[in-house]
């Protein structure tokens, strides 16, 4: 178990970390993410004995770790460069530690066998310069030497970043497995929000230092617990003044769709958006208001098309949603469309941009995200 | 970003290498400087001006600093007139055989100092090939006409042509070609594309050459020695007379500080310079140059016939020198060459001749334990300067510098004086008349240079490779030997390589501090150009020029030259980036 505790963390006169609290479990994978400069980077240096902190302490296992050098604390790092030793082969990059902790040569080689079948690599390979290596290639080396000394922990710093998209989207997943294979406690840092949804088991959302929110990627995305993790997780709209004030309308009107308030920031995930034409029956569900509008663009992305919809009441402005590409011939620029939209899907926010305790209770509690917004 | 000191400190291995260093900056950079001032303006312990009262009455140190400042501004415009016309023939201009005159042109880059003075003295001096050439038929003439300012003027020019060779060639590569096309298709001639886009371009490096330039003329040695005569003497000549002589010691140290703060003034300048300019083109992916055409018939022969009569100005020494290591001394004195008089007899006895070879054997120890010593002490100085940055490291690293403000002459001249008797500083041994000093100096002046190409070299290494390292369980000193020191080691072996090189035929500062005994090979080539005749002590002095030119050529040709056999990448890691090895700032390394 890893655990930061008020930890601070100044370059110069800026507080990188400032009052940093977060408790990892054993095996979790866990995920820091947030945008460039928030500080994932320096929370993850600091576990590894990189940085200093200014004040505060790191525990691993119960033991304070604050200020052990880096080589005592069992960790294994793969870092965003991969910092491969570029004089050294494959094998002596993998290795490495092994040797500089005198490991016999036999068993270092039976070793770094071992461990380079398990990350793919093939004895041909471990011959090589680690210059000749393709991204993908050096990446798993790099992952080999890390695991190859067991380490309690594993810290990846954004390790996807350098490779192209179609490369990172398969490695997400080799990564994943290897990481329940080895049943390993793995502190994954990343900017990509589809990186930390699919892999993590817990994710803590990250904003100038400060941690927003930690939750499972499932709470993360469904109940956002702040205007910043909602507006940084997924795609959503946030709402003009004129479309939350009818929202809230009709949430007063219909009881069950529970309460609005017309004043706060609102937001409404783009999935959430239905599109209908005009002429459409409006089905069943009496929760959902339906706003008149006019297609202003389409982007189509194979799966679905996205659409840009003028919303035509006062002050409604512009919502964006999406329609699956199955059979629905869709809408081109100029349509008119009716726009369905539920207020138990609106999010909202107090001023602060954080959820009272009270709205976050009962959003817990009942199905309908909607949040009370505080004043 | 800076690194807190306390950070610093709690490196074991930066608390043993900072206490070598600031007691080494202390001993060597700082401390001899200080002596020096007070030889000058507190001889006896109290303020004192008589120093530079006596240099003022004194008529052959005024005409001196005279010689000197004048003979820095006719080079700063011969050099540069000569220079600006080699690049542009061999590099700018469509002029046939371009490749050719280039490499003849280069003949300057491994053929400098003490050797080329010398050189041209043994050709052109009294009894000189040409001079015996000429005297056969102008029989009336002046066997001493290759002497005085104009001789010094002549071959420190051409010497001090190889900075253009080196840098203004790199800036010119460096003009985007697409200005100049734009230029062209406005309707622009050749003459004015040089004057309002190329030279423009490149004048800043132009500048920093011209400083440099001057600074070579304003410390010049060997040449107004050797070739000056008794009426063109400089400061630094003037400066060894007087330190010869106890009487005159102060003078020589007052000289000495005369030429120091004129070079501080002048790197100042040059340093205020390469802040605020832009050397080289912004454009990203400048367009190579494409070299241009002299449309006007006679420009394009008059261009071409004054580039090949300066290669023959050029190559004829070296040329000669080559030749003649093959001869007997008689048979150059007499200027009559034939099948018979070649041999190998020279080479033999530099080989075979203890006593001949021992000069060779003394700057081969010298230059190969200077070049290593430093390169190995920096490597760590270097590191640690990169990767900690904070005031001391800044005050350390500005102290370091110190051998590259000021003059060698004086640095040499500081040791000699603080040195002379016991001194606790030194644990009370006296370095003066030691064979010793002369290593420590060329240490001293090596470092700079060593230091600032070794920061590069390591600025190109990740941190997060030891970062990597260390949570892989390795100790500072195993990741710096297992990790940093192999990426480093190519670049440091080349900087190792052009430190050997230049030090190898130095001449300024063995004259200062070498050992009687111990006479590095440039004394001994200057002291055969003192000969009234040509003896077989000159035919050496030419089979020792030959290997010189051998090994400076191979040196640069393993540092710079090689195909890139493994691509770019590799060779980028080898050989510290040309602009940076040959940086115009490094005075030391292109003073004459
Ligand atoms: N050594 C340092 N000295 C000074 N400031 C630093 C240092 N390291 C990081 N910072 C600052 O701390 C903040 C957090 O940096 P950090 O590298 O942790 O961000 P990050 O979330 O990893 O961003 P990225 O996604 O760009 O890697 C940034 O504002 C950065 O400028
Ligand atoms: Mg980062």
Same mark, same amino acid.
């Given at each position: ?205 990250? =904003? ?77 569900? *009496? ?89 | ?110 053929? *400098? ?5 010398? *050189? ?246 010298? *230059? ?21 940055? =904070? ?202």
């Amino acid at each position: 178990m890893i655990t930061y505790e008020n930890i601070d963390v100044v370059f110069d006169d800026f507080h990188a970390l400032p009052e940093f609290n977060l408790k990892i479990e054993e095996g979790e994978f866990f995920t820091l993410l947030g945008p460039s400069g928030c500080g994932k980077s320096t929370a993850l240096r600091t576990l590894a004995g990189f940085i200093d902190p200014t004040a505060g302490d790191v525990h691993i296992d119960g033991k304070r770790v604050t200020h052990l050098p880096s080589q005592r604390r069992q960790i294994g790092m793969v870092f965003q460069n991969y910092a491969l030793f570029p004089t050294m082969t494959v094998r002596e990059n993998i290795g490495f530690g092994l040797k500089v902790s005198g490991v016999s040569k036999a068993e270092t080689a039976r070793r770094v066998d071992e461990i380079a079948a398990s990350v793919d690599l093939d004895g041909n390979q471990l011959g090589k310069g680690v210059t000749e290596l393709s991204g993908g290639q050096q990446q798993r080396v790099a992952i080999a030497r890390a695991l190859v000394l067991r380490p309690k922990i594993l810290l990846l710093d954004e390790p996807l970043s350098n490779l192209d998209a179609k490369l990172r989207h398969q490695l997400r997943g080799q990564l994943k497995e290897l990481q329940e294979q080895f049943g390993i406690t793995t502190v994954y840092v990343t900017h990509d929000q589809d990186e930390a949804l699919t892999m993590s088991t817990r994710i803590a959302v990250m =904003n100038k230092g400060r941690i927003e929110q930690v939750g499972t990627p499932q709470e993360v995305y469904m109940r956002s617990a702040t205007e910043f993790v909602c507006n940084f997780i997924g795609d959503v709209n946030r709402l003009a003044a004129g479309t939350v004030a009818a929202l809230a309308g009709h949430a007063r009107e219909n009881a069950e769709a529970g309460a609005l308030d017309a004043r706060s920031p609102s937001y409404l995930r783009v999935e959430k958006v239905g599109l209908h034409t005009p002429d459409d029956v409006v089905r069943g569900n *009496g929760t959902r208001l339906m706003l008149p509008g006019t297609v202003l663009s389409r982007q189509y992305h194979g799966v679905y098309s996205s659409y840009r919809v003028q919303l035509a009441g006062r002050d409604q402005g512009v919502v964006k949603g999406m329609l699956q590409e199955t059979g629905h011939p869709g809408f081109a620029a100029g349509d008119p469309v009716l726009v369905g939209i539920d207020p138990a899907d609106v999010l909202q926010y107090g001023d602060a941009g954080a959820e009272t305790e009270e709205a976050a209770a009962q959003r817990t509690a009942s199905a309908p995200l909607v949040a009370e917004a505080s004043r | 970003m800076s690194t807190s000191v306390r950070k610093m400190l709690r490196s074991p291995l930066f608390i043993v290498v900072a206490a070598v260093l600031l007691w080494f900056s202390a001993a060597f950079l700082v401390w001899p400087n200080l002596r020096l001032l007070g030889e000058v303006f507190a001889p006896d312990g109290k303020p004192s001006f008589r120093a530079l009262e006596r240099l003022g009455s004194s008529q052959r140190a005024m005409d001196s600093l005279r010689n000197s400042f004048v003979l820095a501004m006719v080079l700063s415009v011969t050099v540069n007139l000569v220079g600006v016309f080699i690049v542009l023939a061999t590099r700018y201009f469509d002029i046939r055989g371009a490749r050719f005159l280039y490499l003849g042109y280069a003949t300057t880059l491994i053929y *400098g100092g003490i050797v080329q003075v010398a *050189g041209y003295k043994i050709i052109y001096g009294e009894q000189g090939f040409v001079t015996n050439l000429l005297a056969g038929a102008f029989p009336e003439m002046d066997r001493a006409w290759f002497t005085g300012m104009a001789a010094v003027v002549f071959v420190m020019t051409v010497a001090g042509t190889g900075n253009h060779l080196l840098f203004m060639t790199n800036a010119l590569a460096r003009v985007d070609f697409q200005t100049i096309e734009a230029a062209r298709m406005m309707g622009a001639s050749t003459w004015r594309v040089l004057l309002t886009i190329v030279l423009p371009t490149i004048r800043p490096m132009l500048y920093a050459i011209t400083i440099l330039t001057f600074l070579g003329g304003l410390g010049a040695l060997a040449a107004p020695q050797v070739l000056g005569g008794t009426e063109f003497q400089t400061i630094t000549p003037m400066i060894l007379t007087f330190a010869n002589s106890p009487s005159s010691r102060d003078l020589a140290a007052t000289l000495a500080i005369v030429l120091g703060i004129s070079t501080i003034l002048l790197l100042g300048i040059l340093n205020r310079m390469e802040r605020g300019g832009t050397y080289f083109a912004v454009s990203k992916v400048p367009a190579a140059l494409k070299k241009q055409r002299i449309e006007n018939r006679w420009a394009n022969a008059a261009v071409h016939a004054a580039a090949y009569l300066l290669l023959a100005v050029y190559v004829l020494p070296p040329l000669l020198i080559v030749v003649f290591s093959f001869t007997s001394a008689s048979a150059i004195s007499s200027g009559t060459l034939s099948w018979e008089s070649f041999t190998l007899a020279n080479y033999e006895l530099v080989f075979t001749d203890y006593q001949a070879f021992w000069p060779f054997l003394v700057s081969i120890g010298y *230059g190969a334990f200077a070049s290593l010593t430093v390169v190995a002490g920096m490597l760590f100085v270097a590191r640690l300067l990169q990767k900690y940055r =904070n005031k001391v490291s800044a005050a350390i690293e500005f102290v370091l510098h110190i051998p590259w403000i000021l003059p060698s002459t004086l640095i040499a001249l500081g040791l000699v004086i603080a040195y002379d008797h016991a001194s606790w500083i030194m644990g009370n041994v006296v370095l003066t008349g030691t064979v010793a000093l002369l290593g420590i100096t060329y240490v001293i002046l090596k470092i700079p240079f060593t230091l600032r190409m070794l920061k590069a070299a390591f600025t190109g290494v990740p941190d997060q490779l030891e970062e990597a390292a260390a949570i892989l369980g390795a100790g500072p000193l195993t990741t710096f030997r297992l990790v940093l020191l192999p990426v480093v080691a190519p670049t440091a072996a080349a900087i190792a390589a052009l430190n050997f090189n230049s030090l190898l035929d130095d001449y300024d500062t063995a004259v200062f501090v070498s050992h009687p005994l111990y006479q590095p090979l440039g004394i001994v080539i200057k002291n055969a150009t003192a000969e009234d005749t040509l003896n077989d002590g000159t035919a050496l002095t030419f089979v020792y020029t030959v290997l010189l030119m051998l090994i400076t050529a191979t040196t640069m040709w393993l540092v710079y030259g090689r195909p890139s056999a493994g691509g770019r990448r590799k060779r980028a890691m080898a050989a510290p980036p040309a602009d940076s090895t040959a940086e115009p700032a490094n005075p030391r390394n292109q003073r004459n």
